[in-house]
């Protein structure tokens, strides 16, 4: 047979969970650091499916020394009977099965967050071995697998007087990049899942060495007290959030809402407990919503002039916090991944859930209503001051340079994807990146000092800024509502600072005008931070950098003695060529992209960091304080 020959013999089929194990970034999106925690993801939301069921109120979560994990509930427990249409017990039917649950008939679930059928089974064929425990109808029963097969059928091993269901499993090395769990990251989505399941305990503790942690999150105020969390570095202009609940054709919606001081909106929603966010039908219909209803009762109440524009969607928005969260039967979410909601008709079923609540209460509280109104009506007259600011960062065209701040030093290329655009701090750096770079596919743009804090600023203040607005037209895209990443002049915007204090800081600045106004600059992977070498080791005409402590010392030790060390405090220490082949090389350096695990963690991040309260920020430095490696004085 010829080599390259295509024949009926060359078509395969994956038995079980093979295609699993195959392909697994289909299953769970990717087999990094996201993937390893979306194993963890899909056991845990088989837990809160039975919380919502009402049969769940506790739920523990280990990661263990050896970067195992159990995930235990005080739920139903999994059946453990014979499937007599299968002729294999309902334990491991769905633990080595795809698309097999109990969520299709909607009778053991009205709603849930697992709609596919493939959570137990994926964590089962990436996992180097899953132990199932189920305690039911006074038994203990016990089942493992090793990559997906069973090699322990169901048994039972005692008796009990308790239900619930427990999973032990340990994700296979030899399908995931790392086994190394972020436990920030999964503590913040638990402590997420415990404010959207009032009531619930989930503790969840860490027992590798160097990680150790034991986190109980319960919240027995649900969304309302998530929102009080989210705005502990804010300025409420309400004492309490606004809750509204209503339940309509097998919808149940949650909203928690509270103005504040902040000049952007923290909104945030939930379908069956699964973070949507890019959006969907459910967040047009609160957007829609209220916009309408303050609209009415400023109307209605005087508050704004007859001939006076209605308050756009923008200002209603501003300063808002708010949880959405919606539970409803069959969802229809775009892909695996869940992060938008498509059902058409629950914007409907939200909009008239929301006008009808919002309105009565609005007039059951006029003083909340008028602070709300108020605080709407100031961003409208700030947006028509934008608008005139706009003006000033807006060009023609994308790369034909028309308009362009004079202190940029453009690239020769015309091919956005190629082009990279260095953010320097002060013209000495400036100077000696623009003498280094490739001027092909390299463009300069030098910052004056640090820019405007813009989380304490309103767009028209942070419009008028010299510097925000050269960066603004540099880029191309525009911020805000005018926001069109087509129109991007550069593939990477990287930030280059001072490896200092001073540096970081400006590197926070850039970084909350980029999430601020420009977040899909970030989502879509075009924001870096250069990682400029902090030593230089010489030796005669020797000379190797250092971007770190243990790279240092295993350089010193190459050197033996009669070495130099110098330690860069700036960009502006280093010559052209330095600077180049350093931090600008495309073949040598170092470059971390920005991303967001966690919008609503980043947000908090944010404001808790350049925001007005001090306190919050107190907090959150001191119980950080141990993980500083370096410190400037």
């Not at 939930?270 to 967040?283: D, K, M, Q």
């Not at 065209?397 to 994807?417: F, N, T, W, Y």
């Not at 400006?506 to 924001?527: A, E, N, Q």
Request: glycine share 8%; aromatic share 8%.
């Amino acid at each position: 047979m010829v080599e390259n020959d295509y024949g009926a013999d060359q078509i395969q089929v994956l038995e079980g969970l093979q295609a699993v194990r195959k392909r697994p970034g289909m299953y769970i999106g990717s087999t990094d650091i996201r993937g390893l925690h979306h194993l963890i993801y899909e056991v845990v939301d088989n837990s809160i499916d039975e919380a919502m069921a009402g049969f769940c109120t506790d739920i523990s979560i280990t990661i263990n020394a050896d970067s195992s994990v159990t995930v235990s509930d005080n739920g139903r427990g999994i059946p453990t009977g014979i499937n007599h249409k299968y002729g294999k017990s309902a334990v491991e039917l769905v633990a080595t099965v795809l698309h097999a649950g109990g969520k299709f008939d909607r009778k053991s679930y009205k709603v849930s967050g697992g709609l596919h059928g493939v959570g137990l089974s994926v964590v089962n064929a990436l996992s180097e071995y899953l132990e199932t425990t189920v305690k039911r109808e006074g038994h203990i029963h016990v089942m493992k697998c090793e990559r997906g097969e069973v090699v322990l059928p169901l048994k039972v091993i005692g008796e009990t007087s308790e239900t619930g269901t427990q999973q032990h499993f340990r994700p296979d090395p030899d399908i995931f990049d790392t086994l190394d769990f972020d436990s920030e990251i999964l503590a913040n989505h638990f402590q997420d899942l415990a404010y959207l399941n009032r009531g619930v305990k989930i503790t969840f503790k860490d027992l590798r060495e160097e990680h150790q942690r034991d986190n109980v999150f319960y919240a027995e105020g649900g969304i309302v007290e998530f929102v009080k969390h989210l705005n502990r570095g804010k300025t409420p202009m309400h004492d309490n959030p606004i809750y509204l609940s209503c339940e309509k054709d097998d919808m149940i919606l949650e909203i928690a809402m509270q103005y504040t001081d902040a000049y952007s909106e923290s909104v945030y929603s939930y379908v069956n407990n699964i973070n949507t966010i890019e959006g969907g039908t459910h967040l047009m219909g609160f957007r829609t919503a209220l916009t309408r209803s303050l609209n009415d009762y400023a109307r209605k109440n005087k508050l704004v002039k007859d001939n006076e524009s209605n308050l756009s969607g923008e200002d209603v928005r501003e300063g808002l916090t708010a949880i959405i969260s919606v539970k409803i039967p069959e969802p229809q979410f775009e892909g695996q991944t869940k992060t938008k909601l498509g059902n058409s008709e629950v914007r409907g079923l939200v909009d008239s859930c929301v006008y009808s609540t919002l309105a009565t209460f609005l007039e059951e509280n006029p003083k909340v209503a008028e602070a709300c109104v108020k605080r709407s009506i100031l961003a409208f007259q700030a947006r028509e001051a934008a608008r005139k600011a706009r003006e000033l960062t807006r060009r023609k065209g994308i790369l034909d340079g028309g308009g362009l701040p004079g202190k940029l030093a453009d690239c020769s290329e015309k091919d956005p994807s190629k082009c990279e655009l260095f953010i320097v701090e002060g013209d000495s750096a400036g100077g000696s990146a623009k003498q280094g770079r490739d001027r092909k596919f390299q463009a300069i743009l030098p910052l004056k000092g640090k820019i405007l804090n813009v989380e304490k600023s309103r767009i028209d203040k942070i419009l008028k800024n010299i510097e925000i607005r050269s960066l603004i037209t540099a880029i191309g895209v525009g911020v805000g509502q005018e926001f069109d990443l087509e129109k991007i002049r550069y593939g990477k915007v990287i930030i280059m600072t001072d490896a200092d204090v001073d540096g970081a800081h400006i590197s926070t600045l850039l970084l909350t005008l980029f999430y601020r106004y420009m977040k899909p600059l970030i989502d879509d992977g075009h924001v870096y931070l250069a990682m400029p070498p902090l030593y230089k080791v010489s030796k005669g005409n020797k000379i190797s950098y250092a971007y770190n402590e243990k790279e240092l010392e295993k350089l010193m030790e190459e050197f033996g003695k009669g070495f130099a060390v110098q330690r860069y405090k700036g960009l502006g220490e280093m010559n052209p060529a330095q600077l180049w082949e350093t931090t600008m090389d495309p073949s040598v350096r170092l470059l971390k992209k920005v991303s967001i695990e966690d919008a609503v963690r980043a947000d908090e991040l944010f404001t808790i960091l350049m925001g007005d309260q001090v306190e919050p920020r107190r907090e959150f430095i001191m119980s950080h304080a141990t993980e500083v490696a370096n410190l400037d004085i």
